[in-house]
Nanobody, 121 residues
């Protein structure tokens, strides 16, 4: 089971990035997916999730209106579109997978290695 996040990089404030998370070793159809981030010296922060068939996309209030989660099960890929980026969005971004659950806060089972996003002011 592998998850690989990519698409990070250096961007100016106000810019956009689209992160992708490609999975292998399991069928994406069978899993809820989420995005997290961890800034330097801060705890990991949950950002967004999407159900196993694309249902119930959820984004936390702190990035709502700027970040959008989506998935393409035919490509075994989940996306995080990030617009209007701010310096405080600088972090390592991780994707994760878990068995379908109605509980938003249920733990994730599999994690990718992270992709770094740096937003310059």
């Amino acid at each position: 089971v592998q998850l690989q996040a990519f698409g990070g990089g250096l961007v100016q404030a106000g810019g956009s990035l689209r992160l992708s998370c490609t999975v292998s070793g399991f069928n994406l159809d069978d899993f809820d997916m989420g995005w997290f981030r961890q800034a330097p010296e801060k705890e990991r922060e949950f950002l967004a999730s999407i159900g196993w068939r694309g249902a119930n996309p959820f984004v936390v209030d702190s990035v709502k209106g700027r970040f959008t989660i989506s998935r393409d099960n035919t490509k075994n890929t989940v996306y995080l579109q990030m617009n209007s980026l701010k310096p405080e969005d600088t972090a390592v971004y991780y994707c994760a997978a878990k068995r379908p659950s109605t509980i938003l806060s249920s733990p994730y089972d599999y994690w990718g290695q992270g992709t770094e996003v740096t937003v310059s002011s």
